[in-house]
């Protein structure tokens, strides 16, 4: 999956990525290591469950205001509430890849709120 997201995105001529990690300690060192504009994690990174909330709260009380994108295959309203307490700028789904990911991905490092079609649907259903 990483090696597809890093070809989507290093295709774009104003986006590159500069680190990649399988877990929430290797994304935190490698967050001081390249210093990106954005961070992209998923709520279920590496370690189980939750490794990825323990990821956007660590990143938040270090780097309060580097950008973050939640990107990951819980499309229920419960997880965006949940990744957005924890201090995720976006949250988009994996079933939405290509176009929708980039728009997600251009909308955080503007400084927008993001939230995946699929999920403002459920809030509207609500």
């Known amino acids: 999956m990483r090696r597809g ?9 104003d986006l590159i990525v500069c680190s990649e990690a399988a877990t929430p300690q290797a994304g935190f060192e490698a967050i001081a290591t390249a210093r990106p504009d954005l961070v992209i994690t998923d709520l279920s990174m ?26 990951t295959m819980h499309d229920a309203l419960r997880y965006a509430r949940r990744a957005f307490r924890a201090g995720a700028n976006g949250y988009a789904s994996k079933q939405e890849l290509g176009e929708t990911l980039l ?8 400084g927008e709120k993001y939230l995946s079609p699929k999920i403002q649907l459920q809030r509207r259903e609500m």
């Open 5 to 13: 997201l890093t070809a989507l995105i290093d295709n774009e001529p």
């Open 46 to 71: 590496g370690d189980g469950d939750g490794a990825g909330v323990s990821l956007l709260q660590d990143i938040r009380s270090s780097y309060e205001a580097l950008p973050v994108l939640v990107l």
């Open 103 to 110: 728009v997600a991905i251009r909308s955080v490092l503007n």
